[in-house]
């Protein structure tokens, strides 16, 4: 074995000074097959939401908004839950404002805090682009498993969810 194909199950990450823990065969193979899928995946999902005028982004703030009390949540909670940063948030949500997807309101007691709110014409966008997004995701992904796998691709993804979750400080 060469010291990139090396058994790194029970290898913690190196620390600087120690030997880098290479992956084996076996989850390189595993590791590139997961970001292929990840990228192929939100490429063709995006190109499905394109003929509705929406990027990937914009659905799925449209998503997280369409779920949250009063179709609204704040900046600062929209830019956690979507994994982005406040700057880029900032300039989707004005992108969104413009056409009249979402809009900006200030937050009671708050002075600097503001709400993204769906407005009605982001709740109907929301109703009329959710029936093909959730065909395209069915067709591209869900429907590529047996229900067994299902179960299974969720057990091994679940835990690595609430770690990186916690690492974000987020349960």
């Avoid at 194909?5 to 992956?23: F, Y």
């Avoid at 659905?59 to 979507?82: C, F, G, N, Q, W």
């Avoid at 009605?120 to 590529?144: K, N, Y």
Wanted: charged content about 25%; proline content about 6%.
């Amino acid at each position: 074995m060469d010291a990139h194909t090396i058994d790194t199950a029970d290898n913690p990450p190196s620390q600087p000074g120690e030997e880098t823990p290479w992956l084996s065969a076996r989850e390189q193979r595993m590791w590139r097959a997961h970001l292929e899928v990840a990228k192929l995946l939100e490429y063709q999902l995006s190109r499905e939401l394109q003929p509705h005028n929406l990027a990937i982004n914009d659905y799925e703030i449209l998503v997280v908004l369409s779920e949250a009390p009063d179709r609204r949540m704040r900046m600062t909670d929209l830019a956690t839950a979507t994994l982005q940063s406040k700057s880029r948030l900032s300039h989707q949500i004005t992108r969104m404002e413009n056409a009249g997807l979402v809009l900006r309101q200030e937050c009671p007691g708050d002075r600097r805090g503001l709400y993204a709110h769906l407005t009605e014409q982001g709740w109907e966008t929301m109703q009329r682009v959710a029936p093909d997004h959730v065909r395209s995701v069915r067709a591209h992904f869900i429907d590529r498993f047996t229900p067994e796998q299902l179960d299974a691709m969720f057990e091994a993804l679940a835990p690595i969810a609430e770690h990186l979750r916690g690492l974000r400080g987020r349960p």
